[in-house]
T-cell receptor, first 114, second 113 residues
Framework: DGGITQSPKYLFRKEGQNVTLSCEQNLNHDAMYWYRQDPGQGLRLIYYSQIVNDFQKGDIAEGYSVSREKKESFPLTVTSAQKNPTAFYLC?????????????FGPGTRLLVL | RKEVEQDPGPFNVPEGATVAFNCTYS??????FFWYRQDCRKEPKLLMSVYSSGNEDGRFTAQLNRASQYISLLIRDSKLSDSATYLCVVNILTYQGAQKLVFGQGTRLTINP
């Protein structure tokens, strides 16, 4: 089955700790995205990548980092600099980076701060 | 003004009713429009794209009004399974010249038996 997988489903972070969220896709999509969703709010773009070894900051990139070493993988690290990390994190991919392309989402990771 | 703004909701309607959502966008150069559906604690899934001429998919009809910069979603003969949050999505041209999708905050719909 083709799709996007995210792990873990739930993640707990201690103060001052960096954590990494995994996102993998086997759709052969060039573009991948990370969003954050807070309760009652829409999705906000953290980072996106339109091609391997290249990525751009979205609207709320501070306190986050990404890498795109492989086409199928786009991990997100939530650093200790992110002071309010509790949220629902969604990874998405699209065939190319064009805005007319449908974005397909993974099941998400819920990050909670201990 | 928010880039994409939706009806605040929540909408509570009886099964079989017709319900309509509106969404306004601020960037007149926006070209692509979508409605996504998001179930509780799940990821968003594409419901339908919105085309200039309007489009229909079964009980769902989407309309675009470029002059007034809004899109709408109409659900006829609503089912219990239509209960979800509906997200309006618009492409925005960034100041760097790149395209990005912007999501509205969503409108929660509950269909009551």
């Amino acid at each position: 089955d083709g799709g996007i997988t995210q792990s873990p489903k739930y993640l707990f972070r201690k103060e001052g700790q960096n954590v990494t969220l995994s996102c993998e896709q086997n759709l052969n999509h060039d573009a991948m995205y990370w969003y954050r969703q807070d309760p009652g709010q829409g999705l906000r773009l953290i980072y996106y990548s339109q091609i391997v070894n290249d990525f751009q900051k979205g609207d709320i990139a501070e306190g986050y980092s990404v890498s795109r070493e492989k086409k199928e993988s786009f991990p997100l690290t939530v650093t200790s600099a992110q002071k309010n990390p509790t949220a629902f994190y969604l990874c998405a991919s699209s065939r190319s980076g064009g805005a007319e392309e449908t974005q397909y989402f993974g099941p998400g990771t819920r990050l909670l701060v201990l | 003004r928010k880039e994409v703004e939706q009806d605040p909701g929540p909408f509570n309607v009886p099964e079989g009713a017709t319900v309509a959502f509106n969404c306004t966008y601020s960037n007149s150069a926006s070209q692509s429009f979508f409605w996504y559906r998001q179930d509780c604690r799940k990821e968003p899934k594409l419901l339908m794209s919105v085309y200039s001429s309007g489009n229909e998919d079964g009980r769902f009809t989407a309309q675009l009004n470029r002059a007034s910069q809004y899109i709408s979603l109409l659900i006829r003969d609503s089912k219990l399974s239509d209960s979800a949050t509906y997200l309006c999505v618009v492409n925005i041209l960034t100041y760097q010249g790149a395209q990005k999708l912007v999501f509205g905050q969503g409108t929660r719909l509950t269909i009551n038996p």
